[in-house]
């Protein structure tokens, strides 16, 4: 290569000589780049140079003129995965959040933590971090300002009453951290001021972490949070379809918004992009057949279920032959992912479900297949997640909002949820009676069911943005071994949150209920009892810190 061919692609690779080099500077252009070097003779950096690059810059025109042939050769959806991007989405609704993050192949998001904000806090313009729905007007709306208003209020009120009983139940002078890195001690062993400052900062730290982790509960999905994510451009047309594509006006707004973004950086990847009238007829369809089933929620349920197989109809028939058995599992196997298709639908249990659909018959049924697969023109055309049924393990869990939040963006599995209705009560914070805030949080989920039901009577669409974070919804969760492993490992560290912790633990030993073998391979799986999950990991951080500033980093 001459030399002013190697000045020319310096900007754009790593290295010039090495079997193995990085791209740079070609955001927008490199998944074309790839897809066309891998059809040509020579490697990826005389095909930059030859097709894309000419004199001292790229040839933009050029480019995307390759850029769109690529993606008519090779078919834009191999091609999309190649290129990728970052987006932030700023001060949206936790309702919102899951709309971006229930999305999940190609894209890695990350939300603002409630375990280290403080949510009672006004805005330059005065307001508190809620969003309001552009639908509500006139007194709906400033009904839903002045609740709002009282529910952050009622957050605030009880931060300082909830900090004062953590304290009494460590004090500082109690507390004890490993902040030097060799073992845990209590503040007294300390002489340095540089480790009596860690150590009082850990402290701190320690429980307004707790307390963050207590009044999450009383948070409204209509709080205001920030969502960052990495993506390819197979999976951001993806996103903005289904974002287009949302009941929620709110999500419509910013997948609009996400669409004109992106097209300033990979536009090419995210020109398909499209409200979806296959999917919204779909859903409408499938809604009108659930309510059929006329299923009301019962008062009681089982906080972690393992859904198990339903073979009852091949022993009625009896097991007369290899005939009879695999007739009873292709029955039960289209039974169960009816069920699972409809289930986001209805307002009960699975098993509660499977066997009204088994009563229904065939016909009913079969009216479900219809309206759930659609009229599809296309291959895009995809039916949603309920066909994803047949993972070998199936939990239905009843927990509230905020373990849903932190359990639903593992990836590797299908979690599907029904409506957001607050009937099946609260799920209360033990230390809230505990610090004599009873009074104060019970006005406070109050005000929230209260604004609820007005929403519900008046603007429907809006509701569920008075819905709290401590109110418990139906859920289930589908993986395989693998997947399953990795989340209950991760997801009961002792660092993490003890609700989530607990629900991960429930599912551990669902499991071992029925496959002991297969949960006793999960070895990481911690159910040691934890309170003050964030004071180790706060004080591992100090001493990383300081091992950094001791080598100037």
């Known amino acids: ?65 390759l850029i769109d042939r690529v993606l008519i050769a090779y078919g834009d ?5 190649l290129e990728g991007s970052h987006l932030s989405f700023e001060s949206i609704s936790m309702l919102a959040t899951k709309e971006i993050e229930h999305r999940r192949i190609g894209g890695s998001p990350i939300e603002q933590s409630t375990r280290y904000v403080r949510y009672d806090f006004r805005g330059l313009d005065g307001t508190f971090p809620y969003h309001v729905p552009v639908e509500l007007e006139g007194h709906h709306k400033s009904h839903y300002v002045a609740q709002m208003d009282a529910l952050f209020e009622a957050y605030g009120s009880m931060w300082g009453p909830l900090v004062a009983h953590l304290e009494r139940l460590k004090p500082l002078h109690e507390a004890i951290y490993d902040i030097r890195g060799h073992g845990e001690e209590p503040l007294s062993k300390l002489d340095d001021d540089r480790d009596i400052k860690n150590f009082q900062k850990t402290y701190r730290m320690d429980i307004k972490t707790k307390a ?25 047309q993806h996103l903005i379809s289904k974002m287009l594509s949302s009941n929620l006006t709110e999500a419509r707004a910013l997948g609009a918004a996400a669409f004109e973004e992106l097209s300033k950086v990979i536009p090419h990847y995210v020109k398909r992009a499209r409200r979806l009238d296959y999917l919204i007829d779909c859903r409408e369809k499938v809604a009108s057949i659930a309510a059929q089933l006329n299923l009301k929620q019962g008062k009681s349920f089982e906080y972690c279920l393992l859904v198990e197989p339903d073979y009852q109809f091949a022993f009625q028939q009896g097991i007369q032959s290899p005939e009879t058995l695999r007739h009873a599992i292709n029955r039960e196997m289209d039974l169960s992912m009816t069920a699972s298709m409809i289930y986001p639908y209805v307002r009960c249990g699975f098993d509660r479900l499977r066997n009204a659909l088994a009563e229904k018959g065939g016909d009913f049924i079969a009216k479900i297949w219809q309206a759930y697969y659609g009229e599809r023109a296309a291959r895009r055309d995809r039916p949603e997640r309920g066909i994803e049924y047949g993972y070998p393990h199936n939990i239905e869990m009843v927990t509230e909002w905020a373990v849903y939040k932190d359990l639903m963006r593992h990836r590797m599995g299908t979690i599907q949820y029904q409506d957001l209705i607050p009937d099946l009560g609260f799920q209360w914070p033990e230390e809230i009676e505990d610090a004599g805030l009873k009074e104060e949080a019970e006005k406070a989920v109050s005000i929230a069911e209260s604004l609820f039901a007005d929403l519900d009577a008046h603007v429907p669409r809006c509701r569920s943005y008075a819905y709290l974070q401590g109110h418990r919804l139906r859920w289930m969760v589908s993986m395989n071994d693998r997947a399953l492993m990795h989340m209950l490992e991760l997801r009961t560290t002792v660092q993490g949150h003890p609700n989530y912790r607990k629900a991960s633990q429930a599912m551990h030993r669902a499991l071992a209920s029925r ?22 990991s706060e004080a591992r951080q100090r001493v990383k810190e300081s091992q950094l500033d001791a080598h100037g980093g």
């Open 1 to 65: 290569m001459a030399d002013e061919q190697r000045d020319l692609l310096k900007s754009y690779v790593t290295n010039l000589d090495d079997q193995v080099f990085a791209i740079q500077n070609l955001q927008g252009i490199v998944g074309a780049v790839m897809a066309r070097y891998s059809r040509a003779e020579t490697g990826l950096r005389e095909t930059l140079l030859r097709e894309f690059v000419k004199e001292d810059k790229l040839n933009a025109k050029k480019a995307s003129s």
């Open 515 to 536: 496959f002991p073998e297969r949960a006793e391979r999960m070895l990481f799986v911690n159910h040691d009892p934890s309170y003050w999950s964030r004071g180790a």
């Open 212 to 236: 963050c982790d207590v009044l999450r509960a009383f948070l409204p999905l209509a709080t205001r949070a920030n969502v960052g994510l990495f993506g390819n451009g197979r999976f951001f």
């Open 77 to 81: 959806d191999s091609v999309g995965e």
